[in-house]
């Protein structure tokens, strides 16, 4: 059975407890959690409310930035991602997005080479409270928020490290026209940490307006029949923003993009 969420992210607008009865009432068996929503309910009270719901919490996004080369900066990311290893440890999440940046003016490898230890830092915290760390590529034109910008860079930086507890975020939107995409499917398989779905229209011209899943372009059969071909049975987080969210509406977006989701399946 496949294993899917609804992303707090495309509700921006909406409470952790709007959130959490619009998606059980639509039909998805899942809910990737935001940060900032879960600061301002309380985790405690989070995880009472999914479980009373009946969902489960795919993943909880994200771990904020990673300032690289602000030593304090960098200092006080971790205490943060540490402390929110415990939270998505307590809501029974699987994984933790982290996004390593903002680089500033560091170059790709001096970002990599302040990212690496970092890393290392937290991979015994995620191990111990068996929660993944999922590294999450972001388009190049998001500088502000990482160094790692496609899919395929993301898993040669993952594969630097021995530990199974360090994902990759697939991010359909970013990912879907790379080059090895299909073969790196197939071949690091084992590196994804959660699939985040979306849809995309070509000719749009900013990377962040997603739209409803069947109203866009990306051959999302394809690429779900790929992952399951492979043996991808983690989580499917619908994650959607932008402007034609927006002007839809919530209580329309939520229904008909699980409903969509439901349909690549058949």
Not at 117 to 135: K, N, Q
Request: glycine share 10%; net charge negative; proline share 5%.
């Amino acid at each position: 059975m496949v294993r899917f969420s609804m992303s707090e992210i495309t509700t921006p607008g909406w409470s952790f407890e709007r959130d959490v009865e619009a998606f059980a009432a639509a039909g998805a068996p899942g809910i990737g959690v935001s940060v900032r929503k879960l600061e301002a309910v309380g985790v405690a009270r989070a995880a009472r409310l999914v479980r009373e719901a009946g969902l489960t919490v795919s993943c909880l996004t994200s771990s904020g930035l990673f300032p690289l080369g602000d030593p304090t900066g960098e200092r006080r990311a971790l205490e943060r991602s540490r402390a929110h290893l415990g939270a998505a440890a307590e809501l029974g999440a699987s994984c933790l997005f982290v996004l390593p940046g903002p680089p500033g003016a560091l170059s790709w490898e001096e970002a990599a080479g302040r990212a690496r230890p970092l890393v290392e830092a937290l991979l015994p915290e995620a191990e111990r409270t068996h929660v993944r760390l999922a590294l999450e590529p972001v388009s190049q034109l998001r500088m502000d928020l990482g160094f790692l910008h496609s899919f395929d860079e993301a898993l040669d930086f993952a594969d630097g490290f021995a530990s199974s507890w360090l994902g990759v975020v697939l991010e359909v939107n970013n990912a879907w026209i790379e080059r090895r995409l299909y073969e790196n499917i197939r071949r690091r398989t084992g590196r994804i940490a959660v699939v985040q779905v979306s849809d995309f229209k070509v000719g749009t011209m900013c990377a962040s307006e997603r739209v409803v899943i069947g109203d866009g372009d990306i051959p999302l059969r394809r690429l779900c029949g790929a992952l399951a071909e492979a043996g991808y049975d983690g989580w499917y987080d619908i994650e959607l923003l932008g402007p034609a969210i927006e002007a839809e509406g919530y209580e329309a977006v939520v229904p008909r993009a699980i409903a969509r989701f439901r349909g690549l399946w058949t």
